[in-house]
DNA sequence: CGGAGTGAAGTT
DNA sequence: AACTTCACTCCG
């Protein structure tokens, strides 16, 4: 079947069929198939085919890599373009489809709420968006938003220290040099803090992201957070 | 609309998520998530991801669509064993089975390092695994249950209870309400802590998982933990 | 030949 | 029934 041209009885009579082996790359092995009409023109898809034939030929059926029709094929409808579709929220927000920034402000309207503070961030602003929570609004504004966060920023990692201090996990140490060569490293408990450890409130720069989940039933606490060291 | 990337604070840094609704056809209006590595290469799926990263990321709890690291979803990936057993605790599952991920809740005791190679090629990490298996099997033998890890728990729940008492940040302990109603809650830093004030040591019930990620400059520690209250 | 966009089988 | 995953189409 490779570059040769064949008739096509499911066309017009002169319609001819090409299957074209594609010989290198991702999509070595694939073919693309190819129609030439009876004055030679060249068509490379389904749709291009069936606009130049117009209704003159229904190619509903027609299975354009096999040049067969094909009964079960039924003809479906393709172009449903949708404008109106708002069900964005029905019931639901959209969790999914927002984006950081956004999902603070759904999360407010929701009793869902994730903060997301950085100075050097784009973040900020977007808490005072939502409306439906004052309360939580008014905690965010940014005065004590920077202050009060990296406040808890410091004394939080200080804390993680001294936990880990009391930690009766073994401290091996040898998590730098590994950090050195390796692109990303995922520490044990006992050896992430040996990083901790060395961390003192002059290192911090900020917390970037600190999330808090509480599970449904209230007996899981999942902290989730990030720290950016100077 | 979503036309734009934006940062995957779930993956390691320079992961990028984007979110691209389908404009025409039978699924108009649906959306598909990508993913982008830093190096700029595209993840259509979650399997494609998880093959990607390898041991590196454990995608167990990771949620595609939403790009975020759910606890809730934690039962996904591995055939359940029995489904209930000699559970310590009434009404809540095993955690070493229901979540099968973190079984190697060697997290705790033992200096585990997981060096993992940043993907910048198609190179799969069993080796990874073939390797540091061992060790956190050995790990799973004690029970863990409440001794050292406890500890720790205990001393950074109180912690963070105390960083937040020095917050500045107004407490308006509305979260319980919500909490109760809803599936899941994500809780600004000022305001989940509500809920960590009210922890004491003999609400711990144990800690899950512990992740510490330092990023290769050093410069971002990750940390993400579970804990379970009784 | 690549790859974004879509279809549709497979999965839950 | 809805979502996920991946194969395929179509056009550059």
Not at 9 to 38: C, H
Not at 121 to 131: E, G
Request: hydrophobic share 30%.
């Amino acid at each position: 079947m490779e570059r040769k041209k064949t008739d096509c009885p499911a066309l017009p009579p002169g319609w001819k069929k090409e299957e074209v082996i594609r010989k290198s790359g991702l999509s070595a092995g694939k073919s693309d198939v190819y129609y030439y009409s009876p004055t030679g023109k060249k068509f490379r898809s389904k749709p291009q085919l069936s606009r130049y034939l117009g209704n003159s030929v229904d190619l509903g059926c027609f299975d354009f890599r096999t040049g067969k029709m094909m009964p079960s094929k039924m003809q479906k409808n393709k172009q449903r373009l949708r404008s109106d579709n708002l069900s964005l929220s029905k019931g639901k927000p959209d969790l999914n489809t927002a984006l950081p920034i956004r999902q603070t402000a759904s999360i407010f309207k929701q009793p869902v709420t994730k903060v997301v503070n950085h100075p050097n961030n784009k973040v900020k602003t977007d808490l005072q968006r939502a409306t439906e929570q004052p309360r939580q609004v008014h905690t965010h504004t940014q005065s004590h938003t920077h202050s009060g966060l990296n406040a808890f920023a410091i004394t939080l990692l200080s804390a993680i220290a001294s936990a880990l201090h009391m930690s009766s996990a073994p401290i091996t140490g040898q998590t730098s040099s590994a950090a050195d060569k390796n692109p990303s490293i995922w520490l044990n408990t006992s050896q992430p803090l040996c990083k901790a450890f060395t961390v003192t409130d002059d290192d911090i720069r900020d917390i970037y992201t600190v999330y808090i989940y509480i599970s449904p039933g209230e007996n899981l606490i999942f902290i989730w957070l990030f720290i950016y060291l100077k």
